[in-house]
């Protein structure tokens, strides 16, 4: 077993943050309800006490987070260790170096049938059944997953029952049973959702954007179908299973209410055992994207409004102008004070919903995507506002108080991102998993802060073609008329569904 030095949490200047913006909206609602009172009754005797002064705030609790300890068995399992002795709870989570990635076109829905299987079907010694009534006795959680860049396992029981139940959770995660019936029932869930694929405006629009940006052949884009589901059998669960829980492909994280050298070994004594395997390669092709603009059209006549995305490819996580993208795109869609809602929404009035993103990837680009939903009849114009909103980012600076107002709501977002240790934790292990350094979140506040004004019309200018935008609107063609045209050729978008 390989002791790794002791390492830290990008966390005290986090909770600080986080407690002392809580604290300020806490002490605002007093002050709001004065501030009401006194426009009522402008005749108070101004010597007289205010009802603020009345409140007893109790003083803030001195958080420091315990420190984290870090793990290797000789495996290759890595374990991520803080204590917390607030709850009698222990929370164990399990990232996997695995996904849908690995899986091939003809067997799309492989991994999440997997994910879905290990948990409902239990293992040969607690099937799923008895699984789910031992777990309800001790009001404990067992979960797994698997998605497209990475698998899941979760483990929260109370601190008395944690070593009853460790060896059960080992042993979901080494053994699963995989019985046919459970196989069938998940893809017979799978099929229905299939089925309903089409029902909902704002899923038809989100899957089809993707194709459009990424392609209609690309792993990023793939989707399942009759046919593969048909194709998966259930060795091929049990193959994925084998290659995935492994090792060298696991880290896990413990949080709770536990001593640290008593749970190193029954960590220790619990996962010894697990084969090490071969680690996995993630392997995420290049995107392959050309800056070309295109209008495209889905039909669908039991709508009255138009659900529209438009946009072209994101960047990477990487990138040195990640904050600033950041701060760009909370300018542009973030929120009630952002342009696209104070200009499409309240100043025209032509959404119920507007929304956007620049998307940053970890493993492959992500999208840049506004998005509005509309009255049928103020399509055209609503994304004729949303283009000149863009435009508008590139032609004219913001002013320096739009630029601190969009920083502090970001900082404040952020940090009520990690509300707990767990959440904390989690977000090292997700940063070691995707190889960025430990103090990342650090590093993120400080170069939020530093963005300044020249830089959002740098980077708007640098990344943002509204000149390349590929328009995609899911709507009612007998009440959209001819609007799109005034974009470009309108191409239609099939979006039945292929037969078994």
């Known amino acids: 077993m390989n002791y790794l030095p002791m390492n830290y949490l990008p966390t005290n200047h986090l909770i600080r943050f986080a407690t002392a913006a809580a604290v300020t909206l806490w002490l605002a609602i007093p002050a709001l309800v004065t501030a009401q009172s006194q426009s009522q009754d402008q005749s108070q005797d101004q010597s007289q006490n205010q009802p603020w002064e009345e409140f007893d705030y109790p003083p803030l609790n001195n958080f420091d987070m315990p420190e984290l300890e870090i793990f290797e068995l000789d495996n290759g399992i890595r374990f991520y260790l803080v204590e917390d002795k607030e709850l009698p709870l222990i929370d164990v989570n399990v990232m996997v170096r695995t996904g849908g990635i690995l899986v091939p076109d003809e067997k799309v829905g492989l991994q999440s049938l997997t994910g879905t299987v290990m948990r409902s079907g239990g293992t040969r010694e607690y099937p799923g059944d008895a699984l789910n009534e031992l777990l309800e006795d001790r009001a404990a959680v067992m979960e797994t997953g698997i998605g497209f860049t990475s698998g899941s396992a979760r483990f929260n029981v109370l601190a008395e029952d944690f070593t009853e139940l460790l060896p059960v959770f080992v042993d979901l995660l080494r053994n699963p049973a995989f019985p046919d019936d459970r196989i069938e029932l998940a893809k017979t869930q799978q099929r229905s959702s299939i089925a309903r694929r089409n029902d909902d405006q704002g899923s038809v629009a989100g899957r089809e954007f993707q194709r459009l940006i990424y392609g209609p052949d690309s792993p990023y ?256 063609s007998a009440e959209l008329g001819d609007q799109l045209e005034v974009f470009g050729s309108v191409n239609e978008v099939d979006i039945a569904i292929p037969e078994s």
């Open 221 to 476: 884009s793939r989707r399942i179908e009759y046919a593969t589901l048909d194709n998966i059998s259930r060795e091929d669960l049990v193959e994925f299973h084998r290659q995935s829980f492994v090792g060298r492909n696991m880290m896990i994280g413990v949080t709770g209410d536990f001593d640290m050298a008593q749970m190193k070994t029954w960590l220790t004594d619990a996962f010894a055992d697990l084969p090490a395997g071969d680690a996995l390669t993630l392997d995420f092709p290049p995107v392959d994207y050309d800056f070309t603009d295109g209008v495209y059209f889905v039909d669908k006549s039991d709508v009255n409004q138009s659900y529209v995305l438009l946009g072209h490819i994101g960047g990477m996580r990487d990138n040195p102008d990640y904050a600033a993208l950041q701060v760009m795109n909370r300018i542009l869609s973030g929120g009630f004070s952002s342009r696209l809602m104070q200009v499409v929404r309240s100043e025209l009035g032509l959404a119920y919903s507007v929304f956007g993103s620049y998307g940053s990837g970890v493993h492959f680009p992500g999208t840049f995507t506004a998005g509005v939903m509309t009255q049928s009849e103020s399509t055209a114009e609503a994304i004729a506002a949303i283009i000149g909103q863009i435009e508008r980012l590139q032609d004219e600076a913001i002013s320096d108080e739009e630029l601190a107002r969009t920083k502090d709501q970001f900082l404040n977002t952020l940090v009520f991102q990690y509300t707990s240790i767990a959440s904390v934790l989690r977000e090292r292990m997700s940063n070691d998993y995707a190889g960025l350094p430990p103090d990342t979140f650090e590093r993120l506040v400080e170069e939020v802060s530093a963005v300044t004004v020249e830089d959002i019309q740098r980077v708007a200018r640098q990344y943002l073609r509204p000149d390349a935008l590929r328009i995609l609107v899911v709507g009612n």
